[in-house]
């Protein structure tokens, strides 16, 4: 499980490994908060050079994990709460501290989701709030985080394996559902490597997101779909559904579904006001 954590609202990709219990940072992220470093490779060619101990154990203390980026799934050098400390004390900066602190947090919080998931819900409605979105938007949001994790494990039942299957999979679903793939939808929105689509999407986006993935869901149990192949045949039917549903929807109300907005600049919930009024005025 790939996730991101934040850290003075910076945010440092992650991953948890099960068999350990525990998570693994990007150590590029991890680095990048702390100095500020323009190039951030380069500082740490210069860190393992500098501290000789630490370059003689890298090799122990980082691990080369796969981990979602622009271009599809990459292997970046990670390491655990752990290594990271062991890092951290080659880099002078006043932020280590509470670096440190934030990682004890981060560890211990994993821990009381896996015995109560309910906590991993609850913490991820915080950061949505707190990064400026509405309730409303929330609530779908957490549903489609839903959805997608049903959809995502039928596939693990169904002999997907792959991270590249996974990527084909969405990215015939949402060319089905929006007549783009999510990195043609990205730029469409004008989205950056590491921004989320998702993120960046208005309800009905969402809306029709989820019923693409809900009914490829349906179709691929039902057929009992194996492989790649039979479930890309499903991956297609259930988005055509919801692009059906989406192309009907945009008929009768005049109004496209895919927007250009994003919410970078304007948070959600600003934005939102803001849709708000400006269709009052327009009616006025």
Same mark, same amino acid.
């Given at each position: 499980?790939?996730?991101?954590?934040?850290?003075?609202?910076?945010?440092?990709?992650?991953?948890?490994?099960?068999?350990?219990?525990?998570?693994?940072?990007?150590?590029? #992220?991890?680095?990048?908060?702390?100095?500020?470093?323009?190039?951030?490779?380069?500082? !740490?060619?210069?860190?393992?050079?500098? #501290?000789? *101990?630490?370059?003689?154990?890298?090799?122990?203390?980082?691990?080369?994990? +796969?981990?979602?980026?622009?271009?599809?799934?990459?292997? +970046?050098?990670?390491?655990? %709460?752990?290594?990271?400390?062991?890092?951290?004390?080659?880099?002078?900066?006043?932020?280590?501290?509470?670096?440190?602190?934030?990682?004890?947090?981060?560890?211990?919080?994993?821990?009381?989701?896996?015995?109560?998931?309910?906590?991993?819900?609850?913490?991820?409605?915080?950061?949505?709030?707190?990064?400026?979105?509405?309730?409303?938007?929330?609530?779908?949001? /957490?549903?489609?985080?839903?959805?997608?994790? *049903?959809?995502?494990?039928?596939?693990?039942?169904?002999?997907?394996? *792959?991270?590249?299957?996974?990527?084909? +999979?969405?990215? #015939?679903?949402?060319?089905?559902?929006?007549? /783009?793939?999510?990195?043609?939808?990205? @730029?469409?929105?004008?989205?950056?490597?590491? @921004?989320?689509?998702? @993120?960046?999407?208005? #309800?009905?986006?969402?809306?029709?997101? /989820?019923?693409?993935?809900?009914?490829?869901?349906? !179709?691929?149990?039902?057929?009992?779909?194996?492989?790649?192949?039979?479930?890309?045949?499903?991956?297609?039917?259930?988005?055509?559904?919801?692009?059906?549903?989406?192309?009907?929807?945009? /008929?009768?109300?005049?109004?496209?579904?895919?927007?250009?907005?994003?919410?970078?600049?304007?948070?959600?919930?600003?934005?939102?006001?803001? %849709? !708000?009024? @400006? *269709?009052?005025? %327009?009616?006025?």
């Amino acid at each position: 499980m790939s996730n991101i954590k934040l850290f003075e609202n910076k945010k440092v990709r992650s991953v948890w490994n099960e068999e350990k219990k525990r998570w693994f940072f990007v150590v590029a #992220d991890v680095v990048q908060i702390l100095t500020e470093s323009v190039n951030v490779t380069d500082y !740490i060619k210069k860190l393992r050079i500098r #501290d000789g *101990e630490l370059g003689k154990g890298w090799g122990q203390i980082v691990t080369p994990l +796969l981990i979602p980026t622009e271009g599809g799934p990459q292997r +970046l050098n990670c390491a655990d %709460a752990e290594g990271i400390l062991r890092i951290i004390q080659s880099i002078p900066s006043p932020k280590a501290e509470p670096f440190k602190r934030w990682l004890a947090k981060v560890g211990y919080e994993r821990l009381e989701e896996i015995e109560n998931p309910e906590l991993a819900a609850g913490r991820m409605r915080e950061i949505y709030k707190a990064k400026g979105y509405s309730d409303q938007w929330i609530e779908k949001r /957490m549903r489609g985080i839903a959805v997608r994790d *049903e959809l995502t494990n039928e596939w693990k039942q169904r002999g997907i394996k *792959e991270q590249v299957e996974y990527a084909i +999979l969405t990215a #015939d679903i949402s060319k089905a559902t929006f007549g /783009m793939t999510p990195s043609e939808y990205k @730029d469409f929105k004008e989205l950056g490597g590491p @921004d989320n689509l998702r @993120d960046h999407m208005n #309800d009905l986006e969402l809306i029709f997101t /989820m019923l693409g993935e809900a009914s490829t869901t349906e !179709i691929a149990r039902n057929r009992d779909a194996k492989g790649l192949k039979e479930n890309r045949k499903a991956a297609k039917q259930g988005g055509k559904i919801a692009g059906n549903a989406r192309k009907e929807l945009e /008929m009768k109300s005049g109004k496209k579904v895919s927007t250009k907005t994003n919410y970078k600049e304007l948070p959600e919930a600003e934005e939102r006001k803001k %849709a !708000i009024t @400006d *269709e009052s005025e %327009a009616k006025e």
